[in-house]
């Protein structure tokens, strides 16, 4: 079975902080997404990958970056931390094959900044 | 560009109610649909899946059916259990990338 590990379940940072969240995978999966989910608003995509070192903008890339160095992790980064950016963050990945493959998630982060 | 509506909640019902969350979806050529739910403290599971037209999912006495001409993915159980209080978001992957187009959510609670 899939497993996506999200490294905090819960995390509380301060204004300015240079914050890192990191996803790791198991299977060896090309796409990489990271999602922030917020009461009333759903699920939006902030960036994604679909290789080592290759990256695209989702929805909503403002404030972050992401770093996928090595196939199994993907790390999403808040430059300067804000308290707009309390969320809670969801890291998932597809298994490889047909583009009709639901997204394994994970635990996910909240992530609260003061 | 994708856009996924689904109903808003909360919705409150109590054991073996009849259930029906209303998802209807705007997308070009031939998206997938899911729909996913998320346990109190929990990630995103996937609960079920419809791959084209008229095609049925189903999980957990949970239904669901792809229907392209009202553009909707209703999702519908007969008889609800309080372990199945949770949110349900309604999704859909475009028919050529994994991209997740997610509706706001639809918070479940059942009550004994």
């Known amino acids: 079975d899939v497993k996506v590990t999200q490294s905090s379940r819960y995390l509380v940072k301060r204004t300015g902080e240079k914050v890192f969240l990191e996803c790791v995978q198991d299977m060896d999966h090309e796409n990489m997404f990271w999602y922030r989910q917020d009461p009333g608003l759903g699920l939006r995509l902030i960036y994604f990958?679909?290789?080592?070192?290759?990256?695209e903008k989702g929805d909503i890339p403002e404030g972050y970056s992401v770093s996928r160095e090595k196939k199994e992790r993907f790390s999403l980064i808040l430059e300067s931390a804000s308290t707009n950016q309390t969320s809670m963050y969801l890291c998932a990945s597809p298994p490889q094959g047909r583009v009709n493959q639901p997204q394994h998630f994970g635990d996910g982060t909240r992530l609260s900044i003061l | 560009g994708n856009s996924v509506t689904q109903m808003e909640g909360p919705v409150t019902l109590s054991e073996e109610a009849f259930l029906t969350i209303n998802c209807t979806y705007t997308a070009t050529g031939y998206p997938s649909l899911f729909w996913y739910v998320q346990y109190p403290g929990e990630g995103l599971q996937l609960l079920l899946k419809a791959t084209k037209a008229d095609d049925k999912g189903s999980n957990k006495g949970f239904e669901a059916t792809y229907r392209k001409e009202t553009t909707s993915f209703h999702l519908e159980k007969g008889s609800v259990q309080v372990s199945d209080s949770a949110v349900y978001f309604c999704?859909?992957?475009?028919?050529?990338?994994?991209?997740?187009?997610f509706g706001k959510g639809t918070l479940l609670t059942v009550n004994p």
């Open positions: 990958s679909y290789d080592v070192k290759m990256k």
């Open positions: 999704a859909l992957s475009g028919s050529s990338n994994y991209k997740l187009t």
